[in-house]
């Protein structure tokens, strides 16, 4: 019953390929974790706008990954060049705020695309519809967060509790 933030990611998996088939959650401890996660596997399957409907055919075939997340905190630095030396890829997560536009990147993310700090800013940038490079620009605001993932090993099947970082061994062992 304890508030947290926390994002449900649905994969499709073939073989040992897996592909996005929807991810949407909340990023602030607004509700309790059991709502937010019953929410967010919903809306995750029938309204992540890039996707359309999870179909019941395909639920044997989805692995779902829970990732319960610790509050945001903002990154302080002096100059928006110390960003990139205040953020570890494998165990933060990241939120770029400009005006009304805001991104949020789980920490798995770069793992899963082997970024950089760098890289993982100007992502986050972009995913808030924001040009990469506007973390460096005065009034960006970043936010980091971490959490433990909590994910189905195959489809309907046992469930393993993760760190970013775990997931990052288990990639580079294949």
């Not at 602030?28 to 974790?33: G, K, R, V, W």
Request: include cysteine.
């Amino acid at each position: 019953m304890e508030r947290c933030g926390v994002f449900v990611t649905l994969n499709s998996v073939e073989g040992k390929r897996k592909e996005l088939r929807g991810c949407i959650g909340f990023p602030y401890p607004t509700h309790p974790l059991v709502r937010a996660t019953i929410e967010a596997a919903i809306e995750s399957a029938t309204r992540d706008p890039r996707f359309c409907r999870v179909s019941l055919k395909e639920l044997d075939h989805i692995v779902f990954e829970v990732s319960v997340l610790t509050p945001p905190e903002p990154i302080k630095v002096e100059s928006p060049q110390d960003y990139p030396s205040k953020i570890k890829v494998g165990e933060d997560g990241l939120i770029v705020e400009r005006g009304y536009n805001k991104g949020l990147l789980l920490p798995q993310v770069p793992v899963e695309w082997n970024w950089n700090e760098e890289d993982f800013l100007c992502q986050c940038c972009l995913k808030a519809g924001l040009s990469p490079d506007s973390w460096l620009l005065k009034g960006t605001k970043i936010y980091k967060f971490g959490c433990v993932i909590a994910e189905e090993l195959t489809p309907n099947g046992k469930i393993a509790v993760l760190t970013p970082k775990d997931l990052m061994k288990a990639d580079e062992l294949g």
